[in-house]
């Protein structure tokens, strides 16, 4: 309904907030740091009564950062003390380059809720999708959810496009009853770790002291922070001009503020363009 709060992390997808503008949502920020949501600072969040926590766990867009194991098992046990559900959103879980891969947080709270691999009934909405992982151009996703909100999206999505084309879900159970997805994502996650680790390395090289990034590991994004007073938009101006873009963080913000952060997509640029973006960007500072 039109004034609903949703908790959000701070910064968070840019994609999700526009979609809820349009309804009248309004916000609670969580802050983040590279541990992903502070949960120690959530409490008081939930207290506002929210519709729902909306959090991107792994590799987040647009910071790169990882909720913590320890975090999202907090997470879990006050979203169930509220009584507010957690819309869990992972597109880039698969895309992990290093570290231990963590329990997703709709698998803790099955977990602690003493599921035997029946029928899930907790308090979370899991959300994944094919198109970080197979095709950018193929808009196929899933979702884990109870019964009940299942049925509610199925009449949702009945009403926005009847269904999704047969066509393409053909394709992904092509892709993954053969076990071919498995294969590609292994393919990806080198393609994808390398060119992060030319970014980081030319941001090293490139970046004055004062500034300072995130260091995921996996996904397709990491997060710049600039100095006070520097605002990345005014930057991004000076950028172009040497054909440089990168999106400027301000909007990721629900609230407000963050004007001297941007993002940087490591993902979709050779390492010799990766190499060469951020000596641009530090001549467009």
């Known amino acids: 309904n039109r004034g609903d709060y949703i908790v959000v992390e701070s910064p968070t997808y840019l994609g999700a907030l526009q979609a809820w ?15 992903g949501m502070i949960v120690d600072k959530l409490e008081e969040a939930l207290r506002v009564g929210p519709k729902f926590i909306y959090i991107l ?8 950062s990882t909720l913590s194991l320890k975090r999202r098992k907090k997470l879990v046990e006050l979203a169930d003390k509220y009584g507010v559900p957690i819309v869990e959103d992972d597109p880039y879980g698969q895309l992990r380059f290093e ?3 963590l329990s997703s947080v709709v698998q803790l709270d099955s977990l602690m809720r003493g599921s035997n691999g029946g029928t899930y009934t907790g308090n979370v909405i899991y959300l994944s ?16 959810a109870p019964a009940e909100v299942i049925r509610k999206f199925v009449q949702g999505k009945q009403g926005a496009d009847l269904h999704s084309p047969t066509f393409n879900q053909f394709i ?12 590609y994502i292994e393919k990806i996650r080198a393609i994808y770790g390398e060119r992060r680790k030319v970014m980081l390395a030319a941001l090293e090289e490139n970046f004055p002291s004062g500034v300072k990034w995130t260091r995921p ?5 990491l997060w710049v922070t600039l100095p006070e007073g520097v605002d990345a938009a005014k930057v991004l101006e000076k950028a172009v001009q040497y054909k440089v873009a990168f999106v400027p963080g301000g909007p990721f913000h629900a609230n407000g503020g963050g004007e001297n952060t941007m993002r940087l997509n490591f993902s979709n640029a050779s390492p010799e363009k990766n190499q060469k973006y ?5 001549t467009a500072t």
């Open 21 to 35: 503008n349009a309804y009248g949502a309004q916000y609670v920020s969580v802050p983040s740091d590279e541990h």
């Open 57 to 64: 766990p792994n590799f987040q867009n647009p910071s790169g």
């Open 99 to 101: 570290g231990e891969h």
């Open 129 to 144: 999708t094919f198109s970080k992982t197979l095709a950018p151009g193929l808009r196929m996703a899933w979702v884990t």
């Open 172 to 183: 992904a159970y092509q892709a993954a009853k053969d076990g071919f997805i498995d294969q």
């Open 217 to 221: 590991e996996g996904g397709m994004f």
């Open 278 to 282: 951020p000596a641009a960007s530090q």
